[in-house]
């Protein structure tokens, strides 16, 4: 029924059948939710995700496996997400019963949407939306929980290459005390003016510093950042203004855990940053990528071209050995669907 042609996939938008969804209104709390046909939604021209940004969401993905189940990557970590983001924009709480549930019927549904394991994956994309009309500034009075899938290949289109990334102190992507750790629509609206400069002037993305302090590094625009220097893996603290990764996550779980190596989060200098061995940045659509070269105002650092870091690429292939059982599932990270 279906004609993907799954050696072309790309990161980008292939429908699929069917999507989740369900509503809140104001005394009767969220429904049961329902499978409907993938496709267009309706809503008043006053709702509050338009006018105002009420929304947030959630990127994961579901595999399937060498041992040919169909799992979900720790679930439990976006349903948390979720949660601390829906709070913060004063949308009411979607429950993880309704989240799991949702999850598993749009990816069973969905079942001849995902790839074979080594072509990709399907991304599901979650989105609660303020969906009642507003005028004044203020909470909608009706919400939409959404969960739509699309198959996914390799983020970048060579497959796993090193990034050619731009330092910005034109642009902070988060501020103090603002939004940046919650994954609220409005954020990503603002980096694609960051985004479009760096790349038409030959660079794949963006690396912020903190506004708090232009010293240290920040993350890049949907992913997160670790150097690593004699050994030891750094990443930026999660002081804020930095988006909780779940992948970001995993993998200081792998390196210290199965890896035993050292792993510090502290704040990052840039010197720090373009003097680096190894450089990579962190994603459910990434995975664990490397960096081959970061251009700042006054320094270009060559990380390394074209050659991805020894310690990068066994995390990479760590990482996603677990996610497509080709190794053992030592932290329980895995929901059978
Ligand atoms: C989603 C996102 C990430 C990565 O989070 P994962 O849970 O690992 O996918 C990192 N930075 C930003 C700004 C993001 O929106």
Redesign the pocket.
């Known amino acids: 029924m279906n004609q993907i042609d799954w050696d072309t996939l790309t990161f980008s938008l292939t429908p699929a059948k069917s999507m989740f969804i369900s509503h809140w209104e104001k005394d009767t709390f969220w429904t049961d939710g329902k499978l409907i046909p993938f496709g267009d939604i309706s809503m008043s021209p006053a709702a509050g995700v338009l006018n105002y940004g009420q929304g947030i969401f959630e990127?994961m993905k579901a595999y399937r496996t060498t041992k040919k189940r169909i799992v979900l990557f720790r679930p439990d970590k976006n349903i948390e997400r979720a949660t601390l983001s829906a709070e913060r924009l004063c949308i009411p709480v979607v429950h993880s019963d309704l989240f799991m549930d949702g999850l598993f019927k749009v990816v069973k549904d969905n079942v001849d949407f995902i790839p074979p394991s080594d072509k990709g994956s399907l991304y599901i994309r979650p989105i609660i939306w303020g969906t009642g009309p507003v005028l004044g500034v203020a909470p909608a009075q009706s919400y939409t929980f959404l969960i739509y899938v699309s198959p996914v290949g390799p983020y970048f289109k060579s497959g796993i290459r090193c990034l050619n990334l731009r330092v910005t102190n034109k642009f902070h992507r988060a501020a103090p005390r603002g939004v940046g750790n919650f994954?609220t629509i409005g954020?990503y609206a603002a980096s694609l003016y960051p985004q479009k400069l760096a790349k038409s002037a030959g660079f794949d993305e963006v690396i912020y510093l903190n506004a708090g302090n232009e010293n240290f590094i920040e993350?890049v625009?949907?992913?997160?950042l670790f150097i690593v220097k004699d050994n030891v893996i750094t990443t930026p603290p999660l002081t804020g203004s930095i988006?909780p990764?779940?992948?970001?996550d995993s993998v200081i779980h792998i390196a210290r855990d199965i890896l035993n190596m050292k792993v510090e989060e502290r704040s990052i200098p840039l010197e720090e940053l373009m003097g680096a061995d190894e450089v990579f940045c962190?994603?459910?659509?990434v995975s664990v990528t490397p960096i081959g070269q970061i251009t700042s105002d006054d320094a270009v650092g060559i990380i390394h071209k074209n050659q991805i870091g020894k310690i990068t690429q066994t995390l990479n292939i760590e990482l996603t050995s677990i996610q497509k059982e080709l190794k053992d599932d030592p932290f329980d990270w895995l929901i059978q669907v």
Not at 221 to 224: R, T, W
Not at 245 to 248: E, P, Q, Y
Not at 282 to 285: L, M, S
């Open positions: 990127g994954k954020n993350e625009g949907s992913a997160n988006l990764g779940v992948t970001r962190t994603g459910t659509a």
